[in-house]
C-alpha cells in the first residue's frame, strides 16, 4: 500500500493568515493527489484533484502543488469557514489511501 | 446534480454482517464511466476505503478487509451495497459511500453520502 503521511497534524491560525499543510508519499505517485476539507459531522468535500486542479466552486484562496511523493496545500487568506481537518488521497493504485488528517484550529 | 445517500441499520452485533444500500439520485448509476465507493471513519480517526466497484460487477477492495467485504451493484434500483462479515467494535464507524469520478487517468471521491453510523455492540 501507498502510504500518505500529513504534517503537521493540527495547526492553529488566524483570519487571514496563509497556511500550507504537507503530504507525503511513500513512493512516487506523480500528480495522483487529491485533497479534501472535512468539517464536523459532514462528510469530506473534495478541494484540489490531480495535486493543482481547483475543484469546481471551490474558493481560489484554496491552491496545491507537488508532484511525485511530495504535495502541498495552501489557503492563502485563511477564512473562518476554513477551519477544519484537511486530507490528502492518493488515486494512483489501490488501495486508495489518505493522509491522518491536518486540524487547523482558530488562534 | 447526482446525491448519494447511506441507509442500513445503525447497530449491529458482534459477530454479524453489516449490510448497507447506497442510493443514487438526480442521475443513473450506469451512466459514465463511474466507480462507485465505501469509506469508512471511526470516531475521531481518518479515513480509509473499503472498496468499489464499476456497473459491471468488476470490483477492487482494501487487502485489510478483503476477506470479509463484498460490494454489489443493482442497476435497476440505482443502488449499490456493501456487506461486511464478522464485525468486531473495530468496525464501528461513520459509513460514507462515494462516487469515484474521474478525468482521463485522473479519479476523486466526489460527491459522498451524509455518511451513516454504524455501531458493533451486543
Known amino acids: 500500500d501507498i502510504q500518505m503521511t500529513q504534517s503537521p497534524s493540527s495547526l492553529s491560525a488566524s483570519v487571514g493568515d496563509r497556511v500550507t499543510i504537507t503530504c507525503r508519499a511513500s513512493?512516487?505517485?506523480?500528480?495522483?493527489l487529491n485533497w479534501y476539507q472535512q468539517k464536523s459531522g459532514k462528510p469530506p468535500n473534495l478541494l484540489i484533484y490531480?495535486?493543482?486542479s481547483l475543484q469546481r466552486g471551490v474558493p481560489s484562496r484554496f491552491s496545491g502543488s507537488g508532484s511525485d511523493t511530495d504535495f502541498t496545500l495552501t489557503i492563502s487568506g485563511l477564512q473562518p469557514e476554513d477551519f477544519a481537518t484537511y486530507y490528502c488521497?492518493?488515486?494512483?493504485?489501490?488501495?486508495?489511501?489518505f493522509g491522518q488528517g491536518t486540524r487547523v484550529e482558530i488562534k | 446534480q447526482v446525491q448519494l445517500q447511506e441507509s442500513g441499520p445503525g447497530l449491529v452485533k458482534p459477530s454479524q454482517t453489516l449490510s448497507l444500500t447506497c442510493t443514487v439520485s438526480?442521475?443513473?448509476?450506469?451512466?459514465?464511466?463511474?466507480?462507485w465507493s465505501w469509506v469508512r471513519q471511526p470516531a475521531g480517526k481518518g479515513l480509509e476505503w473499503i472498496g468499489r466497484?464499476?456497473?459491471?460487477?468488476?470490483?477492487n477492495y482494501n487487502p485489510s478487509l478483503k476477506s470479509r467485504v463484498t460490494i454489489s451493484v443493482d442497476t435497476s434500483k440505482n443502488q449499490f451495497s456493501l456487506r461486511l462479515s464478522s464485525v468486531t467494535a473495530a468496525d464501528t464507524a461513520v459509513y460514507y459511500c462515494?462516487?469515484?469520478?474521474?478525468?482521463?487517468?485522473?479519479?476523486?471521491?466526489?460527491?459522498w453520502g451524509q455518511g451513516t453510523l454504524v455501531t458493533v455492540s451486543s
Open positions: 462515494a462516487r469515484d469520478d474521474r478525468l482521463r487517468s485522473y479519479n476523486w471521491f466526489d460527491p
Open positions: 438526480g442521475g443513473s448509476i450506469s451512466s459514465g464511466t463511474y466507480y
Open positions: 466497484i464499476y456497473i459491471s460487477g468488476s470490483t
Open positions: 513512493q512516487m505517485i506523480s500528480n495522483y
Open positions: 490531480a495535486a493543482s
Open positions: 488521497q492518493q488515486s494512483l493504485d489501490t488501495p486508495r489511501t
